[in-house]
């Protein structure tokens, strides 16, 4: 790979946003400078998302021996907001994006170019692992938590699977044919909520553009501490069931139904689990073990509703 391509011209633009991160970004930017192939071959641009930590300080050390280093700061908040200002500075073809509490393995961007070289993909992402930087997660934490591996080999990205936003590449142009990503949706500062990543790739889809899934472009993601938290596990499914919601509301029309369904299933298994012999259980893993789906579901149904009195509201 590193024989094949001779460009002295950085071929993709990797961008990582952050905000109040500064205590892992450097983790992230140290697995950039240790990838297999030499730091002239992508540019970087950091994006502050109006954070009030030592972020900026962080960056511009990093920045004096690295200088297709570049940083830049978005003051309006929001996951969309952010990976757009940075698309506006992208000067290559290619854009990678890459969580700021993610670590590269060391081919990653070896495998990102090779795929780009080798394949007619528009979009296309990996998998990622957990990475308990900060010390073991409690007993009762899903052991899968932080893990994304998609249920597919190398190729066309299934319907059943998605490119996460942070571990993809995609092509500048493909974005921008789709209005890049969407920014009504999707994290915003300390807010959990999820989608505007999924939302720009099923517009590309749509557009008949390809997507891919590439096995082989790894990254570790940080469980930051707050999740380690029990009602931050239950914030979150309410806000992944909001969010599908906001992707594809066409997929939950029957989610009530379902949820009804999900709950009684969830309690006999809760009670079934409870009581087996020889079995230990917290009460925190039964829960989300067997209730994280249906409270996904009343998220769905939240926006559902939101949905309907926002229309009511302006007739």
């Known amino acids: 790979m590193r024989e094949e ?42 994006v502050d998302n109006d954070s009030n930590d030592a972020t900026q300080a962080l ?6 021996d690295w ?6 700061i978005e003051k309006k908040r929001g996951a969309g907001n952010a990976r757009n200002a940075a698309l506006k500075k992208v000067t290559t073809d290619w854009v990678a994006c890459l969580d700021s509490d993610a670590k590269a393995h060391p081919d990653w961007l070896a495998t990102v170019l090779e795929t780009i070289k080798n394949d007619d993909f528009d979009a296309f992402g990996g998998p990622y692992y957990a990475w308990h930087f900060f010390g073991a997660p409690p007993k009762w934490f899903p052991k899968d938590f932080g893990t994304y591996e998609a249920a597919q080999s190398y190729g066309p990205l299934s319907d059943a699977n998605h490119i996460p936003g942070g571990n993809c590449a995609f092509k500048l142009s493909a974005a921008q044919t789709v209005g890049c990503f969407p920014v009504d949706i999707g994290m915003t500062g300390k807010k959990c909520a999820y989608g505007e990543e999924t939302l720009m790739f099923d517009r590309m889809k749509a557009a008949g553009f390809r997507l891919g899934y590439v096995p082989a472009m790894k990254i570790d993601h940080c469980v930051l501490p707050y999740k380690y938290s029990f009602f931050w596990q239950i914030k979150s499914a309410f806000a992944r069931g909001r969010g599908l919601e906001q ?21 006999w298994l809760t009670a079934k689990d409870a009581i087996a012999p020889n079995k230990e259980y ?34």
């Not at 200088?67 to 830049?72: C, D, E, M």
Request: aromatic letters at 14%.
């Open 282 to 315: 917290s009460w925190r893993a039964m829960v989300l073990q067997h209730f994280f789906t249906p409270v996904c579901y009343n998220g769905i149904i939240f926006e559902k509703i939101k949905k309907v009195l926002c229309k009511w509201r302006h007739k």
């Open 59 to 64: 960056v511009k050390d990093f920045s004096h």
């Open 5 to 46: 391509i001779r460009s002295p011209l950085p071929l993709v633009t990797i961008v990582i946003c952050t905000y109040n991160r500064a205590y892992i970004l450097g983790e992230c930017l140290r697995s950039l400078q240790a990838q297999t192939l030499p730091t002239c071959f992508f540019n970087i641009i950091v």
């Open 67 to 72: 200088p297709q280093l570049k940083f830049i």
């Open 247 to 267: 992707v594809a509301p066409q997929q939950h029309r029957h989610a009530l139904m379902k949820l009804f369904y999900m709950y009684l299933k969830g309690c």
